[in-house]
């Protein structure tokens, strides 16, 4: 039986309501969203409003209109980035970001001129706080900075670090990846100005999805312009959220899935799905520690960290352990460096990469114990 194990890319299996809202919508809707005044443009309106709305529940947002639909996590910094930087502004990251930050913001360098400012992080991506604080100038724009890392998955302190951005009156923008569906995120409780997530990842929804919250009082640029079926007349996009951010036909079949996903998390409970990865994540971790010639990467409180373990076997390269647990076992992890070269500078793996096995929600005790006797084996013949 195959074992999926990169959760952190895409998760898998989805939740049987995902798939069966995605025919549905297909079969028996398939209009698209405030083009018509008819029974079924009506009812598609009608799955995007509670798509929304019930983002809004999850991350605690009170007005869900402030939530613009995107592609994926990538655009929604992209938009952010793109439509709030000036030439000459000064942004504050971190040195665990993914690629879809740090291409965007040495794109910003090259062609606007901003300036940037890497953080440090620890060897297992905690970020060094006393440095953050010095980071900061008069010309600071932005802060810009991941939720949990897709490398070691450590969890940043985004209280800590609003806090501190907002005594220097500088918003943050949270790259919430790794974390939207499958650990709490409360915008109000942590002060978050911009908050970026993904839909296929812990939301546990399609790919082609995702979104991004706005601050009230925020302004950004748009990336593009064209229709929204609403107020035509008008030469320039509409003013209003989330229209002004919404034009071209959204993706409707994607939005379909995405509700049932969101709806399926809250009926289970976001501390729920959290608990259940926390202690697959920790026979994970306790298991390897047991093995010989293992490296783990990051934390081994499961507290700190989201469902990512990195690690290497000193013998073998990435992706000899990734073919052996595939061809092997029907095993499936991922190798490289992630998208996230910062990420493994930090932790000291840039050349060679890693080793990265993620859980999910529909992971087992059973599937990770499987994994440890796979990953026995290989050293074992290795050895």
């Known amino acids: 039986m195959a074992i999926y194990l990169d959760n952190a890319a895409t998760t898998f299996p989805k939740p049987p309501a995902v798939w069966q809202a995605m025919e549905h919508f297909m079969k028996n809707i398939g209009a698209s969203a405030g083009r018509g005044g008819y029974r079924r443009a009506l009812a598609?309106?009608?799955?995007?409003?509670?798509?929304?709305?019930?983002?809004?529940?999850?991350?605690?947002?009170?007005?869900?209109?402030?939530?613009?639909?995107?592609?994926?996590?990538?655009?929604?910094?992209?938009?952010?980035?793109?439509?709030?930087?000036?030439?000459?502004?000064?942004?504050?990251?971190?040195?665990?970001?993914?690629?879809?930050?740090?291409?965007?913001?040495?794109?910003?360098?090259?062609?606007?001129?901003?300036?940037?400012?890497v953080v440090p992080c620890r060897e297992d991506g905690e970020l060094l706080m006393p440095e953050l604080d010095a980071a900061f100038r008069e010309e600071?724009?932005?802060?810009?900075?991941?939720?949990?890392?897709?490398?070691?998955?450590?969890?940043?302190?985004?209280?800590?670090?609003?806090?501190?951005?907002?005594?220097?009156?500088?918003?943050?923008?949270?790259?919430?990846?790794?974390?939207?569906?499958?650990?709490?995120?409360?915008?109000?409780?942590?002060?978050?100005?911009?908050?970026?997530?993904?839909?296929?990842?812990?939301?546990?929804?399609?790919?082609?999805?995702?979104?991004?919250?706005?601050?009230?009082?925020?302004?950004?640029?748009?990336?593009?312009?064209?229709?929204?079926?609403?107020?035509?007349?008008?030469?320039?996009?509409?003013?209003?959220?989330?229209?002004?951010?919404?034009?071209?036909?959204?993706?409707?079949?994607?939005?379909?899935?995405?509700?049932?996903?969101?709806?399926?998390?809250?009926?289970?409970?976001?501390?729920?799905?959290?608990?259940h990865e926390e202690e697959l994540t920790a026979r994970m971790l306790a298991g390897l520690a047991g093995l010989p010639g293992v490296t783990v990467y990051g934390p081994r409180e499961t507290e700190r960290k989201v469902g990512v373990v990195s690690f290497n076997l000193k013998e073998l390269a990435p992706e000899e352990v990734a073919y052996a647990l595939d061809e092997g076992h029907d095993i499936m992890v991922r190798v490289g460096l992630h998208c996230a070269p910062l990420a493994h500078k930090t932790i000291g793996t840039l050349e060679r990469g890693t080793v990265r096995a993620s859980v999910g929600y529909f992971n087992t005790a059973e599937e990770i114990d499987a994994f440890l006797a796979a990953i026995k084996e290989i050293i074992e013949i290795s050895s």
């Not at 569906?181 to 002060?191: F, Q, S, T």
């Open 44 to 117: 598609a309106e009608e799955i995007v409003f509670q798509c929304r709305r019930l983002l809004g529940k999850l991350f605690n947002i009170n007005d869900a209109t402030r939530i613009v639909f995107t592609a994926n996590a990538t655009e929604a910094i992209n938009l952010v980035l793109k439509g709030w930087l000036n030439p000459g502004d000064h942004v504050i990251t971190t040195a665990m970001e993914h690629n879809a930050v740090w291409r965007c913001l040495k794109t910003l360098e090259k062609e606007r001129g901003i300036s940037i400012t």
């Open 140 to 275: 600071t724009r932005l802060l810009v900075c991941t939720h949990a890392s897709n490398v070691t998955g450590t969890v940043m302190p985004v209280q800590a670090i609003t806090a501190a951005a907002h005594r220097y009156g500088v918003p943050v923008l949270l790259d919430a990846a790794q974390t939207a569906g499958a650990y709490p995120i409360d915008v109000r409780e942590l002060d978050i100005d911009f908050l970026a997530f993904t839909g296929h990842k812990g939301l546990l929804g399609p790919t082609g999805t995702g979104g991004l919250y706005i601050r009230p009082g925020l302004d950004l640029r748009s990336l593009k312009e064209g229709g929204t079926g609403s107020v035509s007349r008008l030469e320039y996009m509409p003013e209003n959220l989330p229209d002004r951010f919404e034009a071209g036909t959204l993706n409707m079949v994607g939005i379909a899935g995405l509700k049932a996903a969101v709806e399926y998390i809250l009926n289970q409970g976001i501390d729920r799905i959290r608990a």
